[in-house]
T-cell receptor
Framework: RKEVEQDPGPFNVPEGATVAFNCTYSNSASQSFFWYRQDCRKEPKLLMSVYSSGNEDGRFTAQLNRASQYISLLIRDSKLSDSATYLCAPDTGRRALTFGSGTRLQVQP | GAGVSQSPSNKVTEKGKDVELRCDPISGHTALYWYRQSLGQGLEFLIYFQGNSAPDKSGLPSDRFSAERTGGSVSTLTIQRTQQEDSAVYLC????????????FGDGTRLSIL
């Protein structure tokens, strides 16, 4: 099993829709989780940090399920500008984060 | 405040040449990371520096790759005798102290080997 797994997508959703994608991780000792968004040909930008059961920031909600070892990202009222690749990075106990390969989201008008 | 700064933004060089990439982390961040990303692929960890500790070089793909961090701040990643498969975007990130802290990325250096 990979350390971090994400559905590559793409997830194609209409504007205004709610969309969620999961990230599974193999290290049960992971304590911190990060979601990044990456636009095409740009660097990853931190979207959200999760240190407990979840976090919410406006239209974005991250929820952690420790029992099943996955973290989800929910985006409500999708905007065209949300189109990007979303990278998950759980703390795997090493000194550097391990990033998932990302889930591509395409919001359509 | 200033973010992570990388230079050059783009580098085109001939196969076999050496290249040096530079990263200036966020002021006060003790942890510094190098990654590379090939087109359409995920982030590949290369090397990690934390304070005065020995760097974690476990991600370096070959002995042609090396990195150093002088004075606990600026880092350079050197690729010797470049090969075409080295073409990628090289991303540098820094974090406050490396332990459970989010990483902040620079814009990257797009390296093309002809």
């Amino acid at each position: 099993r990979k350390e971090v797994e994400q559905d590559p997508g793409p997830f194609n959703v209409p504007e205004g829709a709610t969309v969620a994608f999961n990230c599974t991780y193999s290290n049960s000792a992971s304590q911190s989780f990060f979601w990044y968004r990456q636009d095409c040909r740009k660097e990853p930008k931190l979207l959200m940090s999760v240190y407990s059961s979840g976090n919410e920031d406006g239209r974005f909600t991250a929820q952690l399920n420790r029992a099943s070892q996955y973290i989800s990202l929910l985006i409500r009222d999708s905007k065209l500008s949300d189109s990007a690749t979303y990278l998950c990075a759980p703390d795997t106990g090493r000194r550097a984060l391990t990033f998932g390969s990302g889930t591509r989201l395409q919001v359509q008008p | 405040g200033a973010g992570v700064s990388q230079s050059p933004s783009n580098k085109v060089t001939e196969k076999g040449k050496d290249v040096e990439l530079r990263c200036d982390p966020i002021s006060g961040h003790t942890a510094l990371y190098w990654y590379r990303q090939s087109l359409g692929q995920g982030l590949e960890f290369l090397i990690y520096f934390q304070g005065n500790s020995a760097p974690d070089k476990s991600g370096l793909p070959s002995d042609r790759f090396s990195a150093e961090r002088t004075g606990g701040s600026v880092s350079t990643l050197t690729i010797q005798r470049t090969q075409q498969e080295d073409s990628a975007v090289y991303l540098c990130a820094s974090s406050l102290d490396g332990s459970n802290q989010p990483q902040h990325f620079g814009d990257g250096t797009r390296l093309s080997i002809l």
